[in-house]
């Protein structure tokens, strides 16, 4: 429970926010939260509320979307050899196995390659293109990745291959040369939704080829369900703001992985601790399965993985999911003594003022972590944060870096491109490639860049408070309607309400070593039970009859629901003294 956080208190309307309400037949609860999050009319919260497949944009809205579903279309008939190349994350993985199925139901039996994090690194090698023109494959079509991969396009050019370009990163000024670029980041592309994940973009191909071919509409509904099973998967991983078409992948994602009949993901359900049939949330696939994917392509290779989700074979299946649980156990492990090293050099009191830009390395960290690494120690000292191992294939210092609300990353590293062989990624996660000898240039530039941009309240951890909450107002009903807000993650988290001037009672500490904390709330006549994770340091604040303002999150609560009780708790992320 953050103690440090700075309250961005709500801004509400109450008479607007209750015109909302009556509006649209809900409780005031969620009502206050729609209104301060920009939704003014009944169609906007119905859009929100009830996301549809007839939401989706049109594929072909999307810059270069005709040329490469048509060059694929035209690839299937002829039966030419065609190679995805993908990215070893969640996200490259998900939108590989879209297309490789997609193609499959063409009658185009395509292969794949993804790279070895450790070997090959990051994005498509000129030595891989040429390597695949060489075995007489003809079209090359790169799955989140390739945006500002020059000189593999250059590669493939020189040796007759055509190359379609699918990926969500940002660009550069310029596009490589390829037959077509599909990305809705591009300069000039009028597709709405510049949100999508790698595995989105590969999504809206697979539409693409769909309606190109002619299909009905009932054939296109089935199979865009079964494709959104694994680009939800990837959006929910890739940390992508879940509004407008990404939120219909992932509402529509989610209620299809409950009822999915692929072996693989069975499989990786289970070893995440959900049997058949169990309803996910975002979190769920965020936290106990993205990471096991990911796994994988940190530990190991992500080949696996795809294998994972295109076998038939059950015992198969369980036997690539026990292996990336155990990969994943690996991984937990070697990126915990990593941030146990990090924290151990600034202690508890965290970095000195003058340190707005973090870069950590060192030679004996394993590359495949450092990612996650980096996310962690950027939300445990809120600054934008480098974590760099060594590449002991070339000596290069190589890395990754994520950021706060605030700080460009990729803007930052462009003003200082000169340090770097290579480098991508977007606003809040980068991944970079340097010599060993300029990592402290690196700290230096990188420290004076975050300096000069942030204030020191962009360095303060923030508490966003969505809407005031009266004990009196929350039943059943408005529990239902905040929790119909879901999927929570980027770009709609999870609503925080503020509960005013609350008695506390019978606070006390519970868990395998009391370090949670549980109590009741008052507010006049109605009360309500709360519990606050990992806050028992601050149980001697919640005394019988001490006042506090509450920062309270409603959550589904399936095992209550189970036992017959209402299907859903109160979680206090964070209190203070009510100020006389």
Not at 464 to 471: F, S, V
Request: with cysteine; proline share 5%.
């Amino acid at each position: 429970m953050p103690s440090r956080a700075r309250w961005i208190e709500p801004q509400g309307d109450e008479g607007s926010a209750a015109r909302l309400a009556r509006q649209c037949g809900l409780e005031m609860p969620v009502a206050r939260v729609l209104w301060s999050r920009g939704f003014r009319t009944q169609t906007d919260v119905d859009h929100f509320l009830h996301p549809r497949l007839t939401h989706l944009e049109s594929p072909f809205l999307m810059l270069g979307m005709e040329q490469a579903a048509e060059r694929l279309q035209r690839a299937a008939r002829d039966g030419e050899r065609v190679l995805l190349y993908g990215d070893y994350d969640v996200d490259g993985v998900s939108g590989v196995v879209i297309l490789l199925h997609m193609l499959d139901v063409l009658g185009l039996r395509a292969d794949f390659h993804v790279p070895d994090r450790l070997k090959e690194g990051y994005g498509m090698q000129p030595a891989v293109v040429e390597q695949a023109a060489r075995e007489g494959y003809t079209l090359i079509v790169s799955v989140d990745t390739g945006i500002r991969a020059f000189e593999a396009a250059e590669a493939a050019r020189r040796t007759g291959a055509d190359v379609i370009i699918t990926d969500h990163h940002l660009p550069e000024d310029r596009v490589p040369e390829a037959l077509a670029v599909v990305n809705p980041n591009q300069r000039g592309c009028a597709y709405p939704n510049k949100n999508l994940c790698g595995a989105g973009v590969a999504f809206k191909l697979a539409q693409a080829l769909m309606e190109l071919d002619g299909w009905p509409p009932e054939r296109i509904v089935r199979f865009t369900d079964s494709f959104l099973i694994m680009a939800a998967l990837a959006t929910v991983a890739d940390v992508v703001p879940l509004v407008g078409e990404n939120r219909v992948i992932v509402r529509r994602g989610l209620e299809g992985i409950s009822k999915t009949r692929n072996p693989g993901l069975r499989a990786l359900l289970e070893a995440g601790g959900f049997p058949p049939g169990s309803r996910l949330t975002a979190t769920d696939l965020a936290f106990r399965i993205a990471p096991r994917i990911n796994a994988a392509g940190r530990m190991d290779h992500a080949r696996e993985v795809i294998e994972l989700f295109l076998t038939r074979d059950e015992n198969r299946a369980r036997e690539i999911a026990r292996r990336l649980d155990e990969l994943n156990a690996e991984r937990q492990r070697t990126g915990d003594a990593i941030v146990r090293e990090i924290l151990d050099r600034y202690g508890e009191a965290g970095p000195p003022p003058d340190r707005a830009g973090l870069v950590f390395y060192s030679p004996d960290w394993h590359r495949g972590v450092v990612g996650i690494v980096a996310n962690r120690v950027a939300e445990l000292y809120h600054r934008p944060v480098i974590v760099l191992g060594r590449d002991h294939y070339t000596g290069f210092a190589q890395g990754s870096g994520r950021s706060i609300p605030g700080f460009h990353l990729l803007s930052a590293l462009e003003q200082m491109a000169d340090v770097f062989e290579k480098f991508g990624g977007h606003r809040q996660a980068v991944g970079v490639t340097l010599e060993e000898s300029r990592v402290a240039e690196l700290e230096e530039r990188f420290n004076g860049l975050a300096r000069a941009w942030l204030t020191e309240s962009d360095l303060e951890p923030e508490l966003q408070l969505d809407a005031e909450l009266r004990l009196e107002e929350l039943n059943d009903k408005a529990a239902g309607e905040v929790l119909a807000l879901e999927p929570f993650g980027q770009g709609n988290r999870q609503p925080l309400f503020l509960v005013r001037n609350a008695e506390v009672r019978g606070a006390e500490g519970f868990g395998r070593s009391g370090e949670h904390v549980r109590a009741r709330l008052w507010q006049g006549q109605r009360s309500l039970f709360v519990k606050a994770w990992r806050s028992s340091a601050r149980l001697e604040e919640l005394s019988d009859g001490a006042r506090i303002d509450a920062a309270i999150a409603i959550e589904d609560d399936a095992w209550s629901a189970q036992r017959g009780f209402a299907p859903w708790t109160a979680t206090m992320r964070d209190f203070r003294p009510v100020q006389p």
